[in-house]
């Protein structure tokens, strides 16, 4: 009986961990109107100094739609995040964001460098992938 729960167990921590970039989760926010995505690139670049950037950044299985974003120190970004597809979140440590679903959040690009972003939601196997960066200029 035991050894029966603890299959019954694994199968479905399996199960819940394999959907949770299965699933279908999409989010009606409206796109970035002042972010500029060449459309051969994944690359995205603010024009603007001490101004408010509005970003959007869409994850979808095992990746985001934009790998790079440049933006200038001293902006402040409002960063809206989609799932186009699965379970994701997005993560910046540098600048004490995360969320964990589809939102809106903002910072101050207060520090220039090359900062990492990453799914902030384990997702499954191919969860370490996602990531990209945000370049403050």
């Known amino acids: 009986m035991k ?3 603890a299959i019954a167990s694994i199968a479905l921590a399996t199960v819940l961990s394999l959907s949770a970039c299965g699933s279908n989760s999409t989010n009606t926010a409206a796109t970035n109107a002042n972010t ?3 459309s051969n690139s994944n690359t995205a670049t603010s024009n603007s100094t001490g101004g408010t950037e509005d970003i959007t950044i869409t994850a979808k299985n095992f ?3 934009q790998k790079e974003i440049h933006i200038k120190k001293g902006d402040k ?3 809206t995040f989609k799932n186009a597809a ?3 979140g ?3 440590p540098d600048y004490n964001v995360k969320l964990t679903s589809a939102g809106t959040t903002e910072f101050t690009a207060d520090k220039a ?3 990492e972003f990453n ?3 384990m997702c499954g196997g191919g969860h370490s992938k996602m990531t990209g960066k945000i370049i403050v200029e």
Do not use: W
């Open 86 to 88: 699965g379970s994701h």
């Open 63 to 65: 990746e985001f739609d």
């Open 119 to 121: 799914c902030a939601v």
């Open 36 to 38: 500029t995505t060449p």
């Open 3 to 5: 050894k029966q729960l």
């Open 90 to 92: 997005i993560e910046i």
């Open 77 to 79: 970004v409002k960063l």
């Open 113 to 115: 460098g090359t900062f």
